[in-house]
């Protein structure tokens, strides 16, 4: 693969294959559930969007998912210029032959190191984009060479339905972790399952390098912190719900960080 070299074949066969014979956009972007199920688990990031902008999906897949956010965003006011990035070129045609309209603004490259033509107002990224060693140096590439200067990077963490251990992780300890301020949070919530963690970080007007001041707080003050995923944190704006069945998302404005993992009962 010419994007990366060493990620693996087995992978992109894996995902080409399944990502390419789905039967509908979503599972073409690699979601298994139905249509109500994704505008739950995804249409949470549309809260990370506060204003109009441009707007990056990075591991694309078939741009259904730009096509979604560019209308809840609208529907929540706000304009955003979709841009798309993946590492797999069959998915990046894909999405160009689905949305022709934004041809040149799909692209193939490896989140890890793309050096993207421009930044970008808004940057949606998932971790596993990069193997566990490499997250924090894909958070900090993202936040460098991607993200414009007063920009925001928009963290998420995917849960299931199906799997053994199907909540969407809770990365904020993480991210701060690392040095970085996670300035709001949302999660969605299906039935008593957070299926969507989103967190995002944002970038000083003056310039990216700025964010932080010290550029040492952006490297990781420990690169393999790994929080248990078998409770969720109690802080008090991320209370359970008393409600106990349906689709819902909980939200935190500047979050506050809870230094343990308590058994909080869902
Ligand atoms: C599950 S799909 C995500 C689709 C959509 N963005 C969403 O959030 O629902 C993951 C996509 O990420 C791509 N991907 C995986 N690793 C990547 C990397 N290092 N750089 C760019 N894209 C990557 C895969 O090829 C796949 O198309």
Redesign the pocket.
Known sequence: MS??DD?PEHV?AL?EAN?LAGDNPRAQ???GGDEEYWRVA?GVIAEAVDRSGSFL?????NG??LECLFAWCASQGHTIEPFG????PA?VELARSRLPQWHDRLFV????T?KPPRQFDFV?T?L???PDDGHAE?VAHLLDAVVAPGGRLIV?S?GSRTRPEPRAEDLAGVLEAWGHVVAGTRTAVVGERVTTWVGWIDLSPVSSRARSGDPARRRPRSGSIRLPAQCWPSTSSRAPSSRTSGPRWESSGRRRRCPCWCPTPR
């Open positions: 994007a990366s990620w992109r995902l990502y972007s690699g979601f995804r999906d990075v591991g694309c897949a259904h998912l990035v993946d590492i797999l998915m490259g490896d989140a890890r793309w949606r998932e596993v984009y990069a894909l998420c995917y």
